[in-house]
């Protein structure tokens, strides 16, 4: 098929998709198009990498600065964001109440700017991963939450996974790219690297799983049996573009976090679930310790266990920690002299800028305080989960099965992190307005 042929087939399909949608959740406002656009950003590229991509010359800026267009797109949409929730009167006093986890993680990471060695450049990251729950507070002041949060993740599904598959197939010089330190092809689709690819197409095939389970309790209709195809069809799609993408890491992820969704499906096994990862910690940290089992898993994904591993990486990150108890500042240990001095090295030729464990990115930035917060925000993720599935909330289910996989997925990339798509989910699986998200209300 001509590529010409297969932008204007893949582009009508969209379209036939959103307009479908836009049908089928009439009660969704226009405003939902703001955060669709801002998960779009986020599960793909940023809008001057677009820009780049599409033959346009746009600079990108230096890693300090990053670029002007992306930081003129992002407070617009921030300040747009601002104004809606303003326009919708949102009650700060019960926000901050349910929500006294999240609000101390983020208070805390303020406070880290402070003594960040680029309080600036800090203070911008800053405001942007406060377009986070600003973004999700949109979506949950819409009259019917449960729907504006499915129809947010369905809808940009139905345009980042066809483009990927477009752009794999044919469009290469968008949709490919070469390892740098071995020169080996990586499919990219709508991102910048095959992890981040392997990250969007995990959250989308997890989404859709538990779409079809939550499908598979509703009433049987000619609707119902559409819907079931679509949410199969396009779990497939994602699956595939995963394994195409070769992401060992989002791959665990997706495989624990379906395992989570079976077995929190029914309601009997579902207060037990707490249980269950408790024992499966111990069980995982006994084995380990005596067979290894960590090694002989990478071997068996065929992983290096010292360069894919990234161990190499993580003993020289440990070796210039300089503050243990407060880390360097909020989002600034890869910044200045720390990153030219990993790059200087002939074993770091790869030039990474993360930590490649979202622990020890959290540790080296915001130090043993930060990994304190963030453990405390993980942990009222798993209450509210739980809390959730005891009274058959449906999203629940979600909740539950994404914090174990993000949990797994960053032990090997650090997802913890300004717009990652990870860290975004993780704003709609926390924050809390109004009623707790619900899906059982009849919309298909």
């Not at 979506?139 to 980042?160: K, M, Q």
Request: proline content about 4%.
């Amino acid at each position: 098929m001509p590529p010409f042929l297969a932008l204007i087939l893949t582009f009508g399909g969209i379209f036939v998709l959103l307009r479908r949608d836009l049908r089928l959740e009439p009660y969704t406002s226009r405003a939902q198009w703001l955060p669709l656009f801002w998960l779009f950003i986020s599960a793909s590229r940023f809008v001057s990498e677009w820009l780049v991509a599409l033959g346009f010359p746009v600079g990108s800026g230096s890693i300090e600065d990053g670029s002007p267009i992306d930081r003129l797109v992002y407070i617009a949409m921030i300040v747009g964001g601002v104004v809606i929730l303003n326009r919708r009167q949102v009650n700060l006093n019960d926000l901050f109440r349910k929500n006294r986890y999240l609000v101390a993680f983020l208070a805390y990471c303020l406070l880290a700017v402070v003594w960040s060695d680029h309080p600036f450049i800090s203070l911008k990251r800053w405001i942007k991963v406060l377009g986070h729950p600003i973004m999700v507070l949109v979506v949950l002041t819409e009259p019917d939450p449960g729907a504006a949060v499915r129809s947010l993740f369905r809808r940009s599904a139905f345009i980042i996974l066809p483009l990927s598959v477009l752009m794999i197939k044919y469009y290469p010089e968008i949709g490919r790219a070469y390892e740098a330190w071995s020169g080996d092809v990586m499919l990219t689709g709508v991102t910048t690297n095959k992890n981040l690819l392997g990250a969007t197409c995990y959250l989308f095939a997890l989404f859709f799983a538990w779409d079809l389970l939550r499908q598979f309790k509703e009433p049987k209709s000619l609707e119902w049996k559409n819907e079931v195809r679509l949410s199969g069809a396009f779990f497939l799609i994602a699956f595939w573009v995963l394994l195409q993408s070769n992401s060992k890491t989002s791959f665990v992820a997706l495989m624990v976090g379906m395992a989570v969704l079976w077995f929190v499906n029914s309601p009997s096994r579902a207060p037990k679930v707490g249980v269950l990862i408790l024992s499966s910690l111990v069980f995982v940290v006994v084995v380990q310790g005596v067979f290894d089992v960590y090694g002989l898993a990478l071997s068996l994904l065929g992983k290096d266990a010292t360069l894919t591993d990234r161990t190499i990486l993580w003993e020289q990150l440990f070796e210039m920690v300089e503050d243990p108890l407060l880390g360097v500042g909020f989002e600034s240990f890869w910044l200045g002299e720390r990153v030219e001095f990993l790059w200087s090295q002939e074993r770091f030729a790869f030039r990474p800028n993360q930590a490649h464990n979202g622990y020890l990115e959290t540790y080296l930035n915001l130090g043993a305080l930060g990994l304190l917060f963030l453990g405390a925000l993980l942990f009222s993720i798993y209450r509210k989960a739980k809390a959730n599935l005891i009274i058959e909330n449906r999203f629940g289910a979600f909740q539950m099965a994404f914090l174990v996989s993000a949990v797994t997925y960053n032990w090997t990339e650090a997802a913890f992190k300004t717009v990652h798509f990870v860290f975004l989910v993780l704003y709609f699986v926390t924050v809390d307005y109004r009623e707790n998200v619900e899906f059982d209300q009849g919309h298909v």
